[in-house]
């Protein structure tokens, strides 16, 4: 680690963070495709707009995926970085995008993949969860998705009697990893 890494943290220095959201650079979803054979690099935009957190169903991880889900800001203007206030699923061949907007006061985390029973070979089977952060009521919720249609809605909202505080990022696994219940 360089010194100035030391003295100003691992993600550089907080000292210049803009007051104004708007002027931070959106971020954007690409692919990368690289011929084995050659080692060329070919890249393709598949999201423009202001996005954060994509993920995918995890079998499908190192694989040409079609699917990917992520929450992206809603301010109305797409290249404007803004907290995110919506969950997106992105078909990524035919460029269409099904999206759960929670409302206007609401902030989204990132979404974690719960494989469904036949996620191994179906590339939508499974869930998408995500915490929901509801500022006109100062309480937060999970939403549950369906992995293969967004449009619907949330097949469950679960809501909390308080708030959790933002977070980065999470997992999902089938099983408790914690003191054994008796």
Known sequence: ???SQAREGLLGSWQRVPADLSDVPISALWAHRIDTHTGEVSLRMLWGHSMDQATVNPYFFSRRTRYVYFDQSYSGDPMVHCPAQAFTRLDT???EAQHYYPGPRCFCEE???APGPNAQTVEDDGYLMGMVFDASKSRSCLVVLDAADFSKGPLTTIWLQHRIPRGL???FCPEVFGP???
């Open 169 to 171: 990022h999470g997992h």
């Open 180 to 182: 054994r219940q008796s």
């Open 93 to 95: 061949v035919t460029g």
């Open 1 to 3: 680690m360089a010194r």
């Open 111 to 113: 979404l974690i993949f």
